[in-house]
């Protein structure tokens, strides 16, 4: 009986809900101005149009990348879903300018935690946009991606997708 409950690792539930890393105005993929999101290359998702400089995690789980200039965020929820966050378009080019990670690689991180956060007027003048798409980056591992019905959301309160991967 004690082996059952002590021995044996939790197994991370095959759902979750992944909620907004930022606070702001869900925008539709497919309405992002930069062909590499609207187009899904690098995955489905969401994006989100900020109203304040301040990314949490969505999940819990762990960090897998910081950009090393800082634009964008690679997580790896518990059930293996992997996200990334790519804080506005064309920001690479800003070289960190502005942004300032509060994470790094291999850190464990819950819902709500501070990942970065950035100068949002800066973003506004020197980067295309700062719209930032939310993308499920291993759709060969994902069962399910249901996109939830929100138009404005709060960072780390709000369920923007509720995604289940293959066990």
Do not use: C, W, Y
Request: proline letters at 5%; glycine letters at 8%; hydrophobic letters at 40%.
């Amino acid at each position: 009986m004690f082996k059952k409950l002590f021995g044996q690792k939790k197994q991370a539930e095959p759902t979750v809900a992944v909620k907004a890393p930022l606070t702001g105005t869900i925008v539709q993929l497919e309405e992002v101005p930069d062909p590499v999101f609207s187009q899904k290359m690098m995955g489905d998702g969401v994006a989100i149009q900020p109203t304040e400089g301040k990314v949490v995690s969505p999940v819990d789980g762990e960090i897998i990348q910081v950009f090393p200039t800082k634009h964008a965020v690679g997580l790896k929820a518990d059930n293996g879903l992997e996200i990334l966050i790519h804080i506005g378009l064309e920001t690479v080019s800003m070289n960190g300018e502005g942004f300032e990670a509060h994470v790094s690689e291999g850190k464990r991180v819950s819902v709500g935690d501070p990942l970065v956060t950035f100068d949002l007027e800066k973003v506004k003048a020197e980067a295309k946009s700062t719209i930032t798409p939310v993308i499920l980056t291993n759709a060969d591992q994902i069962e399910a991606a249901n996109k939830h019905e929100i138009s404005s959301v709060q960072a780390g309160n709000d369920a923007i997708l509720t995604v289940t991967v293959k066990a």
